[in-house]
T-cell receptor, first 117, second 112 residues
Framework: AQTVTQSQPEMSVQEAETVTLSCTYDTSENNYYLFWYKQPPSRQMILVIRQEAYKQQNATENRFSVNFQKAAKSFSLKISDSQLGDTAMYFCAFSNAGGTSYGKLTFGQGTILTVHP | EPEVTQTPSHQVTQMGQEVILRCVPISNHLYFYWYRQILGQKVEFLVSFYNNEISEKSEIFDDQFSVERPDGSNFTLKIRSTKLEDSAMYFC??????????FGPGTRLTVT
């Protein structure tokens, strides 16, 4: 079974600064997807960024980028130029790319990020 | 932009009652999921549904839970006899083929 671990329960950052959220995972699969989801106070789950395990290039999406280290099973999220609207809970998630567990998301415990003005 | 919808947004029920949570996935999606999130905790997988049958379920998804896609558009989660510990946010999600799932806004279930 896959596990996802987020070791930072809470993080804070000043507006316009950069922050990195950590995530590690454990799997015996070789082909899988990794995601970061944002959950603001409304509790809606919003996809921030995804990474395919077979791609060596780290994914980027505007101010959001990841550092994917497959051998270390590490998948961190970097938020540049932090904005007040980035304040939310962030979840790292894992999904198999095939098999009977195809698509099932396994989430980490979440990191509460607070952006201060 | 198409989106997943869920109704009701908040359901209050008494312990032992049956509840049905409803979801309308994105129309061309083929894979459907239910997750739950107890307040302050992580999101947990309940069940996945594909080709009109359950493809996987978690240990949480016991005999008190069932899912249905009754009419080709709705996707429902039924809890037959609710317990206090069923109080949580329930999220429906759908997926086309590869990549990401799209989540609905959630139904907050309160069992008293």
């Amino acid at each position: 079974a896959q596990t996802v671990t987020q070791s930072q329960p809470e993080m804070s950052v000043q507006e316009a600064e950069t922050v990195t959220l950590s995530c590690t995972y454990d799997t015996s699969e070789n082909n899988y997807y990794l995601f970061w989801y944002k959950q603001p106070p409304s509790r809606q789950m919003i996809l921030v960024i995804r990474q395919e395990a077979y791609k060596q290039q780290n994914a980027t999406e505007n101010r959001f980028s990841v550092n994917f280290q497959k051998a270390a099973k590490s998948f961190s999220l970097k938020i540049s130029d932090s904005q007040l609207g980035d304040t939310a809970m962030y979840f790292c998630a894992f999904s198999n790319a095939g098999g009977t567990s195809y698509g099932k998301l396994t989430f980490g415990q979440g990191t509460i990020l607070t952006v201060h003005p | 932009e198409p989106e997943v919808t869920q109704t009701p947004s908040h359901q209050v029920t008494q312990m032992g009652q049956e509840v049905i949570l409803r979801c309308v996935p994105i129309s061309n999606h083929l894979y459907f999921y239910w997750y739950r999130q107890i307040l302050g905790q992580k999101v947990e997988f309940l069940v996945s549904f594909y080709n009109n049958e359950i493809s996987e379920k978690s240990e949480i998804f016991d005999d008190q839970f069932s899912v249905e896609r009754p009419d080709g558009s709705n996707f429902t989660l039924k809890i037959r006899s609710t317990k206090l510990e069923d109080s949580a946010m329930y999220f429906c999600a759908s997926k086309a083929t590869v990549y990401e799932q799209y989540f609905g806004p959630g139904t907050r279930l309160t069992v008293t």
